[in-house]
């Protein structure tokens, strides 16, 4: 019920003088018979009038008035409102340090509690009257109690409050370990909200910095999560561990905190600190996976900057998460992707089965590019697991088994390569790796016909000259008139260049300007004459669907 409000037509005459101070009309009104106890609507006499006024003399004129005996005057001075607040609690929310000693000295309950829990001290600590607080302990008010449905000390709320001299007093003679309903210090409290002076005087005081809460939060952790970087380097610096696990569910440091809430500052002091067997050891959890699943790229950005591996740990059996870049694709919900997703490709992250199929089971190019922008797709001959380039013309070069995947997924998803096949065979892909019998019963006329004009079409082998003459009887394949006929010399010229120099320095670089021919063949040995085929499928299903039927289809190859 609320007590808050106060009806005018409910005050007794002597409280409303009370409530303005006027001592002389309250004396006249005492002295013509009017009762000091009568209350209003919330409970509230005369004596709580005068005392949340801070009027001493109204205070003193009203108890004078109450005190027919020392045991009268001791029930009225502790009488209560409906809220459970005694006069003496309501002097001292307000800071009245007079008032407070008079009505202790007229033997007010210094430790009544109030229905939520509060009392004198507790409301003086609120309220940072430093006074009014050093009069209640000399009297000796209880410092330890807890107080509200939080179950917070008073030092507790000095500190949220940021209270720091108060804090200093009561630090002396306080608990500094006492525990909220949660089991958070007041040390805790501190690093919470960022009251580094507060922090200070507790740690010079003595209380723990290792303290954890029930959830195993500590200071440290959270005064990342919050970005409080001055409290962050003061805990480290005083003997707080970095590397203990804060969470019940898998092991979160601080340094994931600060990479989930992008705190840069916080992250960078942190990666220096942290054992980084948190970005790769089993059972553990990079900070790159929080990083990416509150979308802070900055943090990622950081993260990968100061040697945090792209790839990281398989955290599927503790988050369900296979790796980062899996992750920042599926948690990309609209195109274009992600920074995160640009950032951990340019970082060289590994690329699965199922991230090809992002790349390719689309009809949107821009994953697809983005990966080629920063990866090589190597010549066939080095195609081998004795035979790897880790970087080439300063981008990272496509692993053997990355290879192996990309070709697996495009040739399951031949319905889109008329997005994937021009882009793959521009960045140097050996288009003989395509000339699979699925890709060419299955490629549309336009798809094949332009992957035919990037090899010598009569040479290929008896199996594929036999789907192609099945294909064209059937009607499912109309060739270009040329491939009835022998290839003209210009393009088995070119087939050689590309023979020599190798696909990939051919199509994707500027050296084929160096060679001695005339600059306008430049464009030829490129292949650039073929025109691409156009794209006229109807949209695709969602690629959650699409995902989950390469799964299916490919369980007896691959896990994934």
């Known amino acids: 019920m609320d007590f808050t409000e106060c009806y005018g037509d409910s005050v007794s005459s002597v409280a409303a003088a009370a409530r303005s101070g006027c001592r002389k009309r309250v004396r006249r009104l005492i002295k013509r018979g009017f009762s000091v106890d009568c209350r209003d609507n919330r409970g509230w006499n005369a004596l709580h009038e005068a005392a949340a006024a801070g009027s001493k003399e109204c205070v003193r004129d009203i108890l004078a008035a109450a005190g027919g005996s020392s045991r009268s005057c001791s029930a009225y001075v502790n009488s209560l409102t409906h809220e459970g607040e005694s006069a003496c609690h309501l002097a001292a929310q307000r800071g009245h340090l007079a008032v407070v000693r008079l009505l202790l000295e007229a033997h007010s309950n210094i430790n009544q509690l109030t229905n939520d829990l509060s009392c004198p001290l507790y409301a003086a600590v609120d309220g940072g009257y430093k006074e009014v607080v050093e009069l209640l302990l000399s009297k000796g008010a209880e410092v330890n109690r807890t107080h509200t449905a939080s179950c917070w000390t008073c030092l507790h709320q000095a500190v949220y409050k940021g209270h720091s001299e108060i804090v200093r007093i009561l630090a002396n003679v306080c608990n500094l370990e006492a525990l909220d309903d949660h089991k958070i210090s007041s040390l805790f409290v501190a690093a919470q909200y960022g009251q580094q002076e507060c922090l200070e005087i507790l740690v010079n005081a003595g209380a723990n910095v290792s303290t954890q809460a029930a959830d195993l939060a500590t200071p440290l952790l959270i005064a990342s999560q919050e970005g409080h970087q001055s409290c962050v380097d003061y805990l480290l610096d005083h003997g707080a561990d970095p ?51 509150s979308h802070q790229s900055k943090s990622v950005e950081m993260l990968l900057r100061e040697g945090f591996s792209p790839d990281a740990q398989d955290c599927t059996h503790i988050l369900g998460i296979r790796s980062p870049l899996s992750f920042a694709l599926c948690r990309t919900s609209s195109k274009p992707y992600s920074e995160s997703v640009g950032l951990l490709v340019a970082a060289g992250a590994s690329l699965s089965e199922e991230d090809w199929i992002y790349a390719l089971a689309t009809d949107e190019t821009d994953l697809l590019q983005l990966i080629l922008k920063h990866r090589w797709i190597p010549r066939p001959e ?77 040479n290929l082998s008896p199996p594929l000259k036999h789907i192609l003459d099945r294909r064209r009887t059937e009607k499912t394949w109309e060739p270009c008139p040329h491939f009835d006929s022998v290839p003209c010399l210009s393009h088995m010229c070119r087939l050689q260049v590309r023979s020599v120099l190798g696909p990939d320095l051919l199509m994707r670089t500027d050296v084929v300007q160096q060679l001695p021919v005339p600059s306008l063949l430049y464009d030829f040995l490129q292949f650039g004459d073929i025109p691409e085929a156009s794209y006229t499928h109807s949209p695709p299903s969602p690629l959650s669907n699409r995902l989950q039927g390469y799964r299916s289809a490919h369980e007896h190859r691959h896990v994934l």
């Open 243 to 293: 590397n203990v696990a804060c969470s019940h569910e898998w092991p979160q440091l601080p340094i994931h905190a600060a990479a989930e809430f992008g705190h840069i500052s916080v992250l960078r002091r942190l990666i220096a600190v942290t054992d980084r067997a948190c970005d790769r050891s089993d059972g553990m959890v990079s900070p790159l996976y929080v990083a990416i699943h």
């Open 382 to 458: 080095t195609l081998t697991r004795d035979c790897s380039v880790p970087h080439h013309h300063g981008k990272t070069v496509l692993k053997l088994q990355e290879v192996r995947e990309l070709l697996c997924v495009a040739l399951n998803q031949v319905h889109f390569a008329a997005r994937w096949l021009p882009l793959l065979l521009k960045a140097g892909l050996e288009p003989s790796l395509l000339l699979q019998p699925h890709m060419l019963e299955q490629a549309d006329s336009e798809v094949l016909n332009y992957l035919l004009e990037f090899v010598n079409w009569s």
